[in-house]
């Protein structure tokens, strides 16, 4: 692709467009990146190819008046794409550096945006105001370069660390004294039962929750529980099989699950299987909707450990015609739009599905 810039006169006025001209198609003769969002929109920025002197035809003028937004908020896909431009870490490192802003509540999915919670707000703001230069994004990819010059022997290692810690230690020295302490705390009636002082409610890294207010001596904490006609608690069919007591769903960072009423008394818990309505092909056990360690949806057996079978795409209940696997969900732009087969050997697609193909 050509970079070019072309100047336009009409009446009396230039109008100058900038953009690139298709020099060769390459892969685009097959394939166009398609945006995140899923909107097909024309490609911005490619111009036909002109020639000095030609004359221009007017098709069409539009007035229009255009204000600056706010930029569009990083996908996984887009974020990824904005370290390897600022030459933050490495390939091996963009999932780790994605789930640990999530796992930590700095940042949390709508759909497929990743947008940042009122925890992540909070922190920025402290660490921008506190330690500027450690959070600009030059300071990690310099780092990067630093370490890859000790690596080859160009910087002593001793030096590079001595150049950034005398500043970070002063900064830090300095927060200690002026980063204000930013707490969450409403005092509520209810008595702690285990120390008898005031319950308060308290922000944490996971959203709020109820704690003691005679922190740190007394550590009794519980979940926030809702309020208004949703608190109404829902008990499990069956009783606790320690105590006897009803269970009754709970909501922690990893979901809702079964907690005995009993608590503190009772500690029981107990998670809530949600079957598919499809067979374990390996054990012919129920396949259940189940969450991950890192919060992700998967698919797998209800006698778990005895039996480790598991899908990251719901099952349909059909077979695959061509190996025998389970047929799964297949997704696109956000939604259900066929099926596939669960077994990446074999990627059959039915026809109906896949716009006349049966493979992928």
Request: hydrophobic letters at 30%.
């Amino acid at each position: 692709m050509d970079m070019t810039a072309v100047d336009i006169l009409a009446s009396g006025y230039t109008f100058r467009a900038t953009g690139s001209i298709i020099k060769f198609d390459g892969f685009m003769v097959l394939y166009l990146e398609g945006k995140d969002d899923g909107e097909e929109e024309e490609a911005v920025g490619v111009l036909p190819e002109m020639k000095k002197g030609e004359s221009l035809s007017l098709k069409e003028l539009l007035p229009t008046q255009h204000f600056t937004q706010a930029p569009a908020r990083y996908t996984e896909a887009s974020l990824v794409k904005e370290l390897e431009q600022k030459g933050i870490g490495r390939p091996s490192t963009y999932a780790p550096i994605i789930a640990t802003v999530t796992d930590r509540g700095y940042v949390h999915k709508e759909g497929r945006v990743l947008a940042p919670t009122e925890l992540g707000e909070i922190i920025n703001q402290q660490l921008v105001e506190h330690f500027p230069k450690i959070v600009d994004v030059l300071f990690t990819a310099h780092m990067e370069d630093d370490l890859d010059d000790i690596l080859e022997g160009k910087v002593k290692w001793r030096k590079m660390l001595a150049d950034f810690w005398e500043p970070f230690a002063a900064a830090l020295e300095a927060a200690k004294v002026n980063m204000k302490t930013i707490k969450k705390e409403e005092v509520l009636e209810e008595k702690c039962p285990e120390c008898g002082k005031q319950l308060m409610v308290r922000a944490g890294r996971y959203g709020d929750f109820i704690a003691c207010s005679g922190f740190p001596e007394c550590r009794y904490t519980r979940p926030l529980e809702p309020t208004g006609p949703e608190a109404e608690k829902v008990e499990a069919a069956e009783p606790c099989e320690k105590c006897g007591k009803p269970m009754v769903k709970k909501r922690s960072r990893f979901g809702e699950f079964w907690a005995c009423s009993g608590y503190p008394e009772c500690k029981n818990i107990r998670s809530i299987v949600r079957p598919v309505g499809v067979k374990c092909p390996q054990c012919g056990g129920d396949l259940v909707e189940r969450r991950s360690k890192r919060g992700k949806t998967f698919f797998g057996c209800k006698n778990y450990p005895k039996c480790k079978f598991g899908l990251w795409s719901r099952p349909t209940g059909d077979k695959c015609p061509r190996c025998g696997a389970l047929m799964v969900e297949k997704y696109g732009k956000g939604k259900v739009t066929g099926s596939r087969c669960s077994n990446k050997e074999c990627g059959f697609v039915p026809e109906q599905d896949s716009g006349g193909t049966s493979d992928v």
